[in-house]
Each structure stands twice: as C-alpha cells, then as structure tokens.
C-alpha cells in the first residue's frame, strides 16, 4: 500500500492529527508543539487580502484560436491566422461585490481573460458592459467607495452611491446599462464581454491603429429580473460562481466570439467626440465589428485559492504588436492593477503558476518575498558576462505624439462629448417598450431604497437629462412609491 501519512508543511512525518502536545493529560499545551501552531498559523493566514472591487470570481482555463487574418493591423503573435493559445478567464461579480456577496447582485461583472502567449502575457482586463463609469483614474477610489461601505455603521448606502453619479454625470452611459436588464446576467456564460478602453495595435511595418475588444456570448444573452435576482440571492448566492464549474463538468464548453473594431490612427484627432473616452462607445456603423476568433473554457480549476485568488491580470500585461493609448483611465490602470497585486500576493505574483508566463523569462528582476525561481547572476545590466540585453524592435511600446502644457484638465470638448447623448441612444433606439419599462422598474426600485433629498431632485434631473420620458417615470415611480 502507497504510504499515507500526514506530513507538517515541511513534509516531515506529523506527531498527531487530533492531539495537542501537553505536559501531562491535563497539563498546559507546550509552545513547542510546533506542528499545532503550524496548523493554527495557517489557518489564520488562509486568506490573501480580497481585492478591493471585484473580489467574488470564478474561473477557468481554455484556448483562444484565431479564424481571421488582422496581420495587417497587428503582428501580435497571438493574434496571427491560425494561432492557438492557451488562456485563463476570470470573472467577477461586480464593482462593490464582496467575497460574501451575492452573484446576481445587479452591477458591472469583471470579465479578464489572459493569454499565455509565446511572447509574453497578454491581458484583457475587461467587463460585461463596454464602457466604465468615470473616465479620469484620479476619480477611481471614489467611486469604488461610494458603491460600497459608510465608514460609521458599515452599511451599503444608496443615497452615497447616487450622490456620487449624480455628481458625476459621466457614470449616465454605465448606470443606464447597468439598471438595463443586462445589469443581472443570469450566469457568466450568458454575457458579453468588453476590453473597455481603445488600445493600440500596431503591424510588421510600424503602422499604428486603435482598436476595442468585444467578447461575443456563443449562449446568447440571458439576465434576471430583479425580483429572480433578489430570490436566488437567498437560495443560492453562488449560482453564477457553480454555473460556470458544473457546465464545465459536463463538458458544455463556454465559448465567446472576439471582435475587434478598429479605428485608423489619424481619425482619432477628428473624430466627432473623444475616441480615447472610456464613458463612450464606438458606434459600430462608424466602426464595424471584425472577427478575430473564439475564446472556449474547457479546464476547470482545481483549487479556487491559488488558481483565481491568486490571479492578477493587469491591462500593462501587453505583447508586442499590442499597447495602450492615450485613454487618461487606461494609463491610471497600467499602474494600478499590477500595484494591486504587488499590495495584494506579492512582488513575485508573475511566479504563481496562474500568472506564470509559459515563455523563457529573462529580467533583472531578484529577491522579495515569496520568490521561489531561481535568479541567475548577473543581477544588473549592462554587463560583460553576456546577460540579457533589452530589443527595442520586440517590445510591446507603442507610441504617439503628445505636446501641451501640464494640467489639470478634462479631454479637450469635441461637438459629441457630450455625457448624456449614448445612454439616451441606448434608452430610445436599442431598447424596446418592455425593456423600458423594466428599466424604470429597477431604477425606481433602487432609489426608493434609501436615497433622500437632496440626491433624490438630482436623481430625477439625470434621468430627464439622459431622456425625458424615462425621467417623467422615474419621477412619477418615485412619487406614486413614497404615497404607499
Ligand atoms: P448598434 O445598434 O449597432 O449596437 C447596439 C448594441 O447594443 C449591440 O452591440 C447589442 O449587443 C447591444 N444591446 C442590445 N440590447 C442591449 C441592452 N438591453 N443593453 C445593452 N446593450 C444592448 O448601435 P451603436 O453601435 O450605434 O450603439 C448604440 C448604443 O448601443 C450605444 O449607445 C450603447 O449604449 C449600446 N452598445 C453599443 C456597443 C458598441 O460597441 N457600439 C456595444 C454594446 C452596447 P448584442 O448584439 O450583444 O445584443
């Protein structure tokens, strides 16, 4: 029989599975009973630090496979006809969604997938709706606060979060998605999902363009009403969490189709409105969906903690053929979410076999905690003892021409900037009379549960600003709720 003993974490044989080391029957327990604190130390240290938003997840590895030629706007190897790479996918349940949290809570659902490419690590760190709330990162803890927790009784507090949008009119085109039907997905698979930002690509002749990220549902949409949601955040608060696993485990492989739109680099400067804007889409008539491939989950974890805990995607995870763009809430996040996973699992996060590159790995970086690959000498560069030397014709630095002064200032207006003009778009020519009223539904529902004066007058203005009829029901909503 193969031996199949306990071991202490260091593997040696372990002195008891059930009893303590103490000086006699009813003695005191000894401090040397080493293995005992090494279990109850690991107990207390299970748990990594939840990321700040987005901490519930779920995950799952899979393959990316390119059915397109785009060699024309991007040498990227992962995105080369017929190429094929393996990927890990994360989703998560929202914004302000804690690791307790409900699944169907309604608000934005991460969505990141990460490509293990043979260049490197590519990151699209995205979410199911295509634009973000606010469009300056300076705004980014506020927001991520205003959704969640009061300092003084540690409550969610509707009447902070809609005195934040409110204020912010810019969060009109993402609080219309949201409070749309599309703000609950009934399960991950049955959502889209958005790279967000406009990102550069360029090609094997220096040529630049800029380009979104559309991850197409292969199961089509489905959401739940507010009424489903609230109900199975009782019963089964996980759903979307065990969704995701049991498809898998029946082999009903989640797939998504990704599209590109790609916008040429000069019309960036003359376009009607701020293409570089996170708050607004590209209209698709102005820039058509192009296909590049088909992501599909066919691997289910098998260790929730290190395999989605202790994943870190970053939008700075760029390979070369792909970079960033002038996008203020884009250059905020290439600092930001590799810092967060450097505050969060460590400095050496990139080592944790989720993260790790499945390429060669060269850099000067050495020491730090939990570090368990080997550095080699040399350690600093330039060298004579024939280290690495870095190929500006590799990287993944795409670059553009910038002049001005240094200042505080928002995009410079263009005739479309406008805050209010693409949710009422999606209000009055994408949604339907049912999908209106719904709408209404969940907006008034919301409000009514704890936003006062004066955030309320606000609440009712931003509505008629996004459009008047939705504003008149929201405002008749709120009456006819507060004469009950
Ligand atoms: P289109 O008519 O070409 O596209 C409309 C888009 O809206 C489709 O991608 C569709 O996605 C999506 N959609 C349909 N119903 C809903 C809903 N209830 N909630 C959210 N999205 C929905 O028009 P435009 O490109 O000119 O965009 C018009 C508006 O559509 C925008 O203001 C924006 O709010 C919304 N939209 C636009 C997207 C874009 O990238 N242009 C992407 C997503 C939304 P699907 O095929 O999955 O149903």
Redesign the pocket.
């Known amino acids: 029989m193969a031996e199949n003993y306990t071991t202490t974490n260091a593997g040696a044989p372990a002195p008891s599975d059930e009893l303590s080391l103490s000086l006699g029957p009813d003695g005191p327990i000894l401090l040397q009973d080493s293995y005992l604190i090494e279990q109850m130390a690991a107990f207390n240290r299970e748990r990594a630090p939840e990321r700040q938003p987005h901490a519930k997840g779920a995950g799952a590895f899979g393959r990316f496979e390119v059915t397109n030629d785009l060699s024309a706007y991007t040498k990227a190897a992962v995105f080369q006809p017929g190429a094929t790479t393996e990927v890990f996918a994360r989703f998560s349940s929202g914004n302000s969604g804690e690791r307790g949290s409900a699944d169907t809570a309604r608000d934005n659902r991460g969505f990141s997938v990460k490509f293990y490419t043979a260049e490197g690590n590519f990151d699209i760190v995205g979410s199911d709706?295509?634009?973000f709330a606010i469009r300056d990162p300076i705004k980014f803890p506020s927001l991520i606060r205003a959704g969640g927790r009061r300092a003084d009784n540690d409550l969610h507090d509707h009447n902070m979060v809609w005195d934040f949008w409110t204020l912010c009119p810019e969060t009109a085109?993402l609080v219309?998605?949201v409070m749309?039907?599309?703000g609950i997905p009934k399960t991950f698979r049955h959502m889209?999902g958005?790279g967000l930002h406009a990102f550069s690509w360029i090609n094997s002749a220096g040529e630049i363009c800029w380009v979104?990220y559309?991850f197409?549902?292969n199961q089509g949409?489905q959401w739940l009403t507010q009424e489903e949601g609230n109900r199975l955040a009782g019963t089964d608060p996980d759903c979307c969490i065990r969704d995701l696993y049991e498809a898998i485990e029946r082999a009903e492989y989640p797939s998504w189709s990704l599209k590109v739109?790609v916008m040429p680099f000069a019309d960036a400067k003359t376009y009607r409105f701020n293409p570089f804007d996170v708050t607004k889409?590209?209209?698709?008539?102005d820039y058509p969906l192009i296909d590049v491939g088909t992501l599909t989950l066919d691997r289910n974890i098998t260790d929730h903690h290190t395999e989605v805990e202790q994943a870190g995607f970053a939008p700075s995870n760029l390979v070369p053929g792909t970079g960033l763009s002038p996008d203020k809430l884009l250059l905020g996040r290439s600092f930001a979410y590799a810092d967060a996973h450097r505050a969060r699992i460590g400095v050496n996060h990139n080592q944790i076999p989720v993260n790790a590159p499945r390429c060669a790995v060269r850099s000067y970086s050495k020491g730090g905690r939990m570090r368990f690959g080997n550095a080699a000498d040399p350690v600093y560069v330039p060298n004579s003892v024939g280290g690495p030397r870095a190929d500006p014709d590799r990287t993944a630095e795409v670059g553009w021409a910038a002049d001005g002064e240094m200042m505080r200032a928002a995009y410079t207006p263009r005739r479309d900037d406008d805050d209010w003009g693409?949710?009422g778009?999606?209000v009055r020519?994408?949604?339907d009379d049912a999908?209106r009223e719904r709408l209404v539904h969940n907006i008034v529902g919301h409000v009514c549960a704890g936003v006062k004066e004066p955030v309320l007058s606000r609440v009712v203005q931003y509505w008629y600003n996004i459009d008047r009829e939705i504003g008149k029901k929201v405002e008749d909503g709120i009456r006819a709720n507060a004469s009950r």
């Open positions: 709706v295509p634009v085109h219309t998605l749309g039907d599309r889209n958005f979104k559309h197409k549902t949409i739109q889409v590209w209209p698709h008539a693409q949710a778009t999606l020519e994408v949604m999908q």
